[in-house]
């Protein structure tokens, strides 16, 4: 069993990009303290977890089960190159109705970004107006580490995580740079053009002691850097990029074909979406980025290095279009050519028209609560239990886990284990 410290006092959530997704999570957060909304999509506060064989009938709350903090000990912050406040924020997003935001407005107009770290090489289709004066990269990072510990200060938070809720950076490989902690703090005092907002917000948590997960695919906390330093102040981080839509259905889908044993021959996919992001993903390296996300999905579940004849040849195609008259409600369309039984052709369609901040707001609460849990408990480095979250989960060495019920298993079992309840096999005793 582990030993668990209690979720006393205030946790602060600071979110680098306070746009869609941020402000619909915050708003969703403080209607459910007005018991004006269930929190609808969150696993910390709507599910449940089994505990011990089925005749035991045990099965609390996850959030009666651990100690997760509390919806009333949440304080939101963040920064933001654009949005003078969530309330703002939201409004532009035009995710939420007006009714929606009416009577917890005030409280959405007080959460107010700080300034933000920002670089237009790396988001070439947005233009900040919020942000920092500071050239150098170096004091870019001290500016964001004093930035936490005011708002830690005066907000009274006995604990703070930090969810990247920012766009998608354009595309990069690991560089020498990002090899030690040594060398990226070299790289910041150099200026080095290697370095990207994100990674500097990154940075900034680690040495601050604050957990950090990443809801995009740009590379951030899955570098070498990163993971030491991560692991050297005792810090949980994890990565990358939320499962929210068209990637989320292939985790259900993909596991079912292979577990029947049914061959794909190619799976299609394209989206148009018409929010921030989508006017991001309109650039071509930043798409890249997103595309390598999305790409990984199927080998990992299908395993074609094990089972050629049924995925050796998959033709994998993924296209995101941005089309503003859509704004956050994305649609996704796949075309999935199968065969089965002496090698016959079937077709499955999926048209999901899906609201992509509505998914992912759920998942930056479960985050932000299940981050400030492990750090509680002990645990620093790469949380692989959270896979679940993410598009492109960071794992230990091997490769990642993709199958979502898989993911799931093993975040209940990881839950299980801290508490001293034995892992749940799901075989006929268990």
Known sequence: MTNIAPASGRLGVLTPGI???ASTFIAGVLA??????????SVTQLGHIRLGSKEDDRNPLIREFVPLAGLDDLVFGGWDPISPNALEAARTAGVLKDADLGSISSALEGVVPMEAVFDQ?????????????IDSKWEQA???ISDIETFRTENECDRLVMIWCGSTEAYQEPSDTHATVAAFEAGLKANDENISPSQIYAYAALVSGVPFANGAPNLSVDLPCMQQLANEQGVPIAGKDFK???TFMKTLIAPGLKARMLGLRGWYSTNILGNRDGEVLDAPENFKTKESSKLGVLGSILQPEIYPDLYGEIDHVVRINYYPPRGDNKEGWDAIDIFGWLGYPMQIK?????????????????????MDLA?????SGIQEWLSFYFKAPDSEGNDPEHDIFIQQTKLKNTLREWRGEQPVTHSEAG
């Open 244 to 246: 929210t839509g068209q």
């Open 350 to 370: 999926i048209n999901f028209l899906c609201r992509d901040s509505i998914l992912a707001a759920p998942i930056v609460l479960d985050l932000a609560l299940f």
């Open 142 to 144: 001290e500016a964001l």
């Open 19 to 21: 746009g869609a997704v």
């Open 121 to 133: 090489q790396w988001v070439s289709r947005l233009e900040g107006t919020r942000v920092k004066n």
């Open 32 to 41: 459910a303290r007005e018991g004006l909304s269930e929190p609808i999509g």
């Open 375 to 379: 750090a509680r408990a002990g645990q």
